[in-house]
């Protein structure tokens, strides 16, 4: 059977392996670390954003 008559009878699937993800395979990002929750990686988004986390962080001290 050749490669397109396959295709034609199976489908082609695009995702990996399948089954279900462990906890080891967590999506990592950015937007935790301390630099990006601080704003000190030079992005004036990321400061503008720090600084209403800040701002929410101490609204209810005293």
Do not use: C, W
Request: net charge positive; proline share 2%.
């Amino acid at each position: 059977m050749d490669d397109f008559q396959k295709i034609l009878e199976n489908g082609i699937s695009f995702g990996r392996g399948g089954g279900p993800r462990k906890e080891d395979d967590k999506v990592k990002t950015k937007a935790k670390k301390k630099k990006y929750v601080t704003g000190a990686h030079g992005s004036g988004s990321a400061r503008q954003k720090a600084k209403y986390r800040e701002q929410r962080a101490n609204r209810h001290k005293k």
